[in-house]
């Protein structure tokens, strides 16, 4: 599939896309979020090489926010079909096994903010913006936006977000837990790649039941989670780089995965 909206490259274990519609702030059209599902399928099932994902952004924005040209005439059985393609695709992108790295590289607005919040892990450039705007325009997050900053940030500061529709920066988005770091936007591709490099460099398996277990658990009681904990734990060693990790570190070298 050829890509107009985005960009796909991959830099030995690490994919890359790039939200390309710089005009529109790279706001999210039908088309937009159909290329970034299939770059996303493309990435986690038919690249083995790739262990870890990178979204960001071309130009001064994350991602601005839906496509309001395309929203402002929807009926609202459109407006509904809208709603659950964002949702399946942030959907697989939040439960998919390898792990994903938002780089808020700029404005990161509705359905923006939304795809930061089905990412992993979130680094934002200094200069970013984030919020859920939606109740400007006389709607609501439609890309499961008040479902997850609710669980990530608390539901009172997940209100006063949603409810004023207000902007933060990212000082404030690191301060309430909405990203993990902020560092200057000169840095932030290269500081995301490392990270990526990094996790890439563990054991391949144990990441993604990692991230699997830890996506389960949450959703579930205490007891339940660790029994999904347990299971995975187990699971670990049947894959053969258990044993390559273990006799690495005791022979104090690296291990081959």
């Keep these: 599939m050829e890509f107009k909206n985005i960009s796909l490259e991959i830099r030995e274990r690490v994919g890359i896309i790039k939200m390309n519609r710089p005009d529109a702030l790279n706001a999210l059209n039908t088309e937009t979020l159909l290329e970034l599902s299939q770059a996303m399928h493309n990435l986690s099932f038919e690249n083995e090489n790739v262990r870890v994902i990178i979204l960001t952004g071309e130009g001064k924005a994350f991602v601005a926010g839906a496509d309001i040209a395309v929203m402002k005439d929807m009926p609202p059985l459109k407006a509904r ?3 659950h ?5 942030f959907h697989f992108i939040a439960t998919q096994e ?3 790295i938002a780089a808020v590289n700029g404005f990161a607005l509705g359905g923006g903010c939304e795809l930061a919040l089905a990412c992993d892990i979130r680094i934002a450039s200094d200069k970013a913006k984030i919020g859920q705007p939606e109740v400007n325009l006389g709607i609501i997050p439609g890309f499961a936006g008040t479902q997850r900053l609710s669980r990530l940030v608390g539901i009172a500061k997940a209100k006063e977000m949603i409810f004023t529709g207000d902007m933060i920066d990212a000082t404030t988005a690191l301060s309430i837990g909405l990203v993990n770091q902020v560092v200057p936007a000169d840095q932030l591709m290269n500081f995301c790649l490392e990270l990526a490099n990094k996790i890439a460099s563990k054991g391949p398996t144990a990441v993604k039941l990692a991230k699997t277990v830890i996506n389960q658990g949450i959703q579930a009681n205490l007891a339940t989670g660790t029994s999904y904990e347990k299971e995975a734990f187990s ?3 049947a894959t053969g780089e258990q044993k390559e990790g273990m006799y690495a570190f005791l022979e104090k070298r690296k291990p081959n995965w």
Excluded: D
């Excluded at 393609?85 to 695709?89: K, P």
């Design 235 to 237: 699971l670990c060693f």
């Design 98 to 100: 390898k792990p994903v």
């Design 81 to 83: 079909e809208f709603s």
């Design 85 to 89: 393609l964002g949702q399946r695709v």
